[in-house]
């Protein structure tokens, strides 16, 4: 009698662990299969914003420019800077992109006296019409790996965040307040134009908002 009730229970006890290991099965099926749609949710929300990144569309104006004064602010910025820079909207922010054949040598951080000039200009406008809004300093490089100078820098990203420093450094000597300047390195991972390297090698003084 006590075998029989023994072999009963092991019974029950075996039936209920194998319904245990099937639903966990089941759940970590469900969870899984989860995992896969947000996945799948993810990656195509991330291609959506980078593609509306790639954009240049003038996007909703940023505090620094009144929005009745967006197109007539950038000619007037223009004007200021010369033909050495580029004056444009990205973002939604208003952006000062300076190529690197004005601002520096290859594989080089140090500032070519022909930028000086053009930098002089573009202090003079952050300091006149944007006083107390942050600066980004944004470097950017084509998507060439480093050959020559591997030896002083990690990576184009290293590569452009030493750039944008230098150009922070200069805008600094200018009057430019150290701190409303923030340094940002890109590398080849923000490209304005994919299919041209020469215009992807490029510093951008980009105006934020009121600090």
């Not at 009963?8 to 089941?26: F, H």
């Not at 998507?143 to 150009?167: C, G, M, W, Y």
Request: proline share 3%.
């Amino acid at each position: 009698m006590i075998r029989k009730t023994i072999l009963v229970l092991l019974a029950a006890v075996v039936s209920l662990t194998a319904g245990c290991t099937t639903r966990y099965q089941d759940m970590l099926r469900e969870r899984d299969e989860r995992i896969r749609e947000l996945s799948g949710d993810i990656a195509r929300l991330r291609n959506e914003n980078d593609e509306l990144q790639r954009r240049d569309i003038p996007a909703p104006v940023n505090a620094a420019v009144p929005r009745d004064q967006g197109s007539g602010m950038i000619n007037e910025i223009q004007d200021a800077v010369g033909g050495d820079a580029s004056v444009s909207y990205r973002r939604g922010r208003l952006s000062i992109g300076v190529d690197d054949s004005v601002t520096f040598d290859s594989g080089s951080t140090a500032l070519k006296d022909s930028s000086h000039r053009v930098l002089q200009k573009v202090a003079s406008v952050l300091k006149s019409k944007f006083s107390g809004h942050r600066f980004y300093i944004e470097g950017h490089t084509d998507s060439d790996p480093i050959q020559k100078t591997k030896d002083r820098f990690r990576s184009n990203r290293h590569l452009s965040t030493e750039r944008a420093d230098s150009v922070a450094a200069y805008l600094i000597q200018q009057g430019v307040p150290e701190s409303n300047i923030v340094v940002v390195g890109y590398g080849q991972f923000d490209p304005r134009d994919p299919k041209a390297k020469a215009k992807n090698r490029r510093v951008e003084i980009v105006v934020g908002d009121s600090m």
